[in-house]
């Protein structure tokens, strides 16, 4: 079946303006997870869904990112206001439920660069 | 709090050489244990789990064995191959908790 999809897979924008980024999860796992690969921090949670509820915003780095799920599926990511720092490969992830012992599967990641 | 540490890289071996990539981990509790591979031009995909302590995870010939007592989850494979080269990432989640904790990976590099 399909995997989860990202989009757009690239985004280049300038600094100041507002993005936003798309996941599909695969159809029927309730829990969604936002997370963003960059060169000098690595790999690190953002946030996480279950339903439509974010009981973990913690990695969340400012108050300029943001999320949210609706209908139990589709998620966006919102970055108001972008800064150079913003620029990294943004991932989404999705498991049948949340918990963890259930496999996040990932999708290929929306590559954002701000100039 | 709750972290990863793995041995940085590159690591660059010949075709059928032994691997070890080393992992450890702080964490409190009973943390389920990951390695994650993200191949060129792919995305990342879990490469084997373990969810307690002595358990082996195994998956393509790669293996870890989850060690509580040396907080560790070493990743070894007997006889690499060319097609093994990728970035390995060990990762931890924490118990009762469901987000994932990532190292900084490690790029592996397999000459023929």
């Known amino acids: 079946g399909a995997g989860v999809s990202q989009s757009p897979s690239n985004k280049v924008t300038e600094k100041g303006k507002d993005v936003e980024l798309r996941c599909d999860p695969i159809s029927g796992h309730t829990a969604l997870y936002w997370y963003r690969q960059s060169l000098g921090q690595g790999l690190e949670f953002l946030i996480y869904f279950q339903g439509n509820s974010a009981p973990d915003k913690s990695g969340l780095p400012s108050d300029r990112f943001s999320a949210e799920r609706t209908g139990g599926s589709v998620s966006t990511l919102t970055i108001q206001r972008t800064q150079q720092e913003d620029s990294a490969v943004y991932l989404c992830?999705?498991?049948?439920?949340?918990?963890?012992?259930?496999?996040?599967?990932f999708g290929p990641g929306t590559r954002l660069t701000v100039l | 709090g709750n972290s990863v540490t793995q041995m940085e890289g590159p690591v660059t071996l010949s075709e059928e050489a032994f691997l070890t990539i080393n992992c450890t981990y702080t964490a409190t509790g009973y943390p389920s244990l990951f390695w994650y591979v993200q191949y060129p031009g792919e995305g990342l995909q879990l490469l084997l789990k373990?969810?307690?302590?002595?358990d082996k995870g195994s998956n393509k010939g790669f293996e870890a064995t989850y060690r509580k007592e040396t907080t560790s989850f070493h990743l070894e494979k007997g006889s690499v191959q060319v097609s093994d080269s990728a970035v390995y990432f060990c990762a931890l989640s924490p118990n009762r908790d469901d987000k994932i904790i990532f190292g900084k990976g490690t790029r592996l590099h397999i000459l023929p």
């Open positions: 992830a999705s498991s049948l439920s949340s918990g963890n012992y259930n496999e996040q599967f």
């Open positions: 373990a969810t307690k302590a002595d």
